[in-house]
């Protein structure tokens, strides 16, 4: 079992900047792939990025490549998401997700992730 718990949204002007951080529990995280979605009012659930249990690997959407990062620490069983020049669109709930290490597979596919956290709520005025 892996409970995760997220902190670090709030309200940001647009271009701004502000860091998710999701805390895991459990002795297996090192073993476990890592995802950022999020969620808008009257949208899908949509990927954000991911990490692999090594942290060797990172993969992000179109939409936010090049402005956030992803990236986990080990001992601390935390996964960050710094996200830079924000914009409205980036308002939504973004919730942290975990899974058993599988690779290049579906990484961003919400039904491929076991765990998730609450989610925290993000929002980019203009």
């Known amino acids: 079992q892996v409970q995760l718990v997220e902190s670090g949204g709030g309200l940001v002007q647009a271009g701004g900047s502000l860091r998710l951080s999701c805390a895991a529990s459990?002795?297996?995280?090192?073993?476990?792939?890592m995802g950022w979605f999020r969620q808008a009012p009257g949208k899908e659930r949509e990927f954000v990025a991911a990490?692999?249990?090594?942290?060797?690997?990172?993969y992000y959407a179109d939409s936010v490549k090049g402005r956030f990062t992803i990236s986990r620490d080990g001992a601390k069983n935390t996964v960050h998401l710094q996200m830079n020049s924000l914009k409205p669109e980036d308002t939504a709930v973004y919730y942290c997700?975990?899974?058993?290490?599988?690779?290049?597979?579906?990484?961003?596919?919400?039904?491929?992730?076991?765990?998730w956290g609450q989610g925290t709520q993000v929002t980019v005025s203009s």
């Open positions: 997700a975990a899974r058993p290490g599988s690779g290049v597979y579906y990484y961003s596919r919400a039904d491929r992730y076991d765990y």
């Open positions: 459990g002795r297996t995280f090192s073993s476990y792939d």
């Open positions: 990490i692999s249990w090594s942290g060797g690997s990172t």
